[in-house]
């Protein structure tokens, strides 16, 4: 059982490049969550989504996409990259209820933008 | 709002020594309380959680964690640390209404090096 799988570990973008950060679960979750995760920060929510086809902004939405066509996939969108969007960036996931497991979490993917 | 405040930046203490890394909660009721752990480089694991019966709670790793409502407060404790257990420690919350929309709000962590 992989759990939440991140792809890329590891990217350094150009300013304006764009990039999808993928995430994949195969614990057939019906939340998925993005968080970005900046020293001294902690993590902030950017996009969730509650099911295939339906997704929502969360606290720091601005310049990224996202879209939930499967129960599996969550990938998020970097259109026009900045120096503020270089960051350690998380997909999460959970079961229905959240007191069950809390959310399982990737690995992350660590992104420069230079 | 739902807020979780970890007032410890960053913490050391000796191998051996006992450990308490302190989380304070803001919330209208009694929220799902949750503490993650991640080591370098990787993502984040749960240590335990809390969302009824017994304010003591046991997790992974040799971890506890109290929860006290008058404090407002869910602190993590391991009696005797290991070098291992060098990491960064993050306090959440979630609440108990919402469904769907449900969300965990994370604390800003904080930092433990353990000295040999």
């Known amino acids: 059982n992989a759990g939440v799988t991140q792809t890329p570990k590891f990217r350094i973008l150009k300013i304006g490049q764009s990039m999808t950060l993928q995430c994949t679960q195969d614990m057939n979750h019906n939340y998925m969550y993005w968080y970005r995760q900046d020293p001294g920060m902690g993590l902030k929510l950017i996009y969730y989504?509650?099911?295939?086809?339906?997704?929502d902004k969360g606290e720091v939405p601005n310049g990224y996409n996202v879209s939930r066509s499967t129960t599996e996939d969550f990938p998020l969108r970097l259109e026009l990259a900045a120096p503020s969007q270089t960051s350690v960036y998380f997909c999460?996931?959970?079961?229905?209820?959240?007191?069950?497991?809390?959310?399982?979490f990737g690995s992350g993917t660590r992104l420069t933008v230079v | 709002a739902q807020s979780v405040t970890q007032p410890d930046i960053h913490i050391t203490v000796s191998e051996g020594a006992s450990l308490e890394l302190r989380c304070n909660y803001s919330y209208g009721a009694t929220p799902y309380l949750f503490w993650y752990v991640q080591s370098p480089g990787q993502g984040l694991q749960l240590l335990l959680k809390?969302?009824?019966?017994?304010?003591l709670v046991q997790g992974i790793k040799g971890f506890e964690a109290e929860f006290k409502r008058s404090q407002s407060s869910f602190n993590l404790r391991k009696p005797s640390v290991h070098w291992s257990d060098a990491a960064e420690y993050f306090c959440a919350v979630g609440a108990r209404s919402g469904g769907a929309t449900n969300k965990l709000i994370f604390g800003t962590g904080t930092l433990l090096a353990v000295q040999p």
């Open positions: 989504s509650v099911g295939a086809g339906i997704t």
């Open positions: 809390y969302f009824s019966g017994d304010t």
């Open positions: 999460a996931s959970r079961q229905q209820a959240l007191q069950d497991y809390g959310y399982t």
